[in-house]
């Protein structure tokens, strides 16, 4: 084997083993928010015990820990997303990387340079919009249990003062 192709040999491996690495270390760091999310899950469902309870404002309670679920459930939806994301730049950055050191002319370089340049604005504005539709659906989700319950008490107000 020539000293180039023993070079492009081992900088390909280079490059697959800083993406594997970055996959386990992504993997591991998204376990451990898990847990952590899940523990504020767990802490959550201590308000369960007032299920059954009744007591002066119990409606803004309810809605309160209802909004307080979809936020945790939101967040972790997001957090997964985030990761998802990270993890497929890195893969497309390594193979970008392998893809360019393949290139033997300077047409090819630029045929491929282009190539990247637009499936990784692709992916991009795909990753963006998948993301932004999560964070807008999470602020819904979040805000409706508050929204509703604040919407009906203004209303009793209204009527209230109205007759």
């Not at 491929?112 to 990784?120: D, I, T, V």
């Not at 504005?125 to 319950?149: N, Y």
């Amino acid at each position: 084997m020539t000293t180039a192709k023993k070079k492009t040999a081992s900088a390909t491996s280079a490059i697959e083993a800083v993406a594997d690495n970055f996959d386990a270390t992504a993997d591991m760091i998204k376990d451990g928010l898990d847990a952590a999310i899940k523990a504020g899950t767990e802490q959550a469902k201590s308000a369960k015990a007032f299920e059954g309870v009744e007591f002066p404002g119990r409606e803004n309670f309810d809605a309160a820990v209802k909004a307080s679920e979809a936020y945790v459930s939101g967040i972790q939806e997001l957090n997964d997303l985030f990761f998802k994301a990270a993890k497929a730049a890195v893969r497309f950055n390594s193979d970008a990387a392998l893809t360019l050191t393949s290139c033997k002319t300077p047409e090819e370089i630029s045929s491929a340079q282009m190539k990247l340049a637009q499936s990784g604005l692709e992916a991009a504005v795909e990753t963006s919009t998948s993301i932004s539709q999560a964070a807008m659906k999470v602020a819904g989700d979040v805000s409706a249990p508050l929204t509703s319950q604040f919407g009906t008490a203004y209303n009793d107000i209204i009527s209230k003062t109205a007759a």
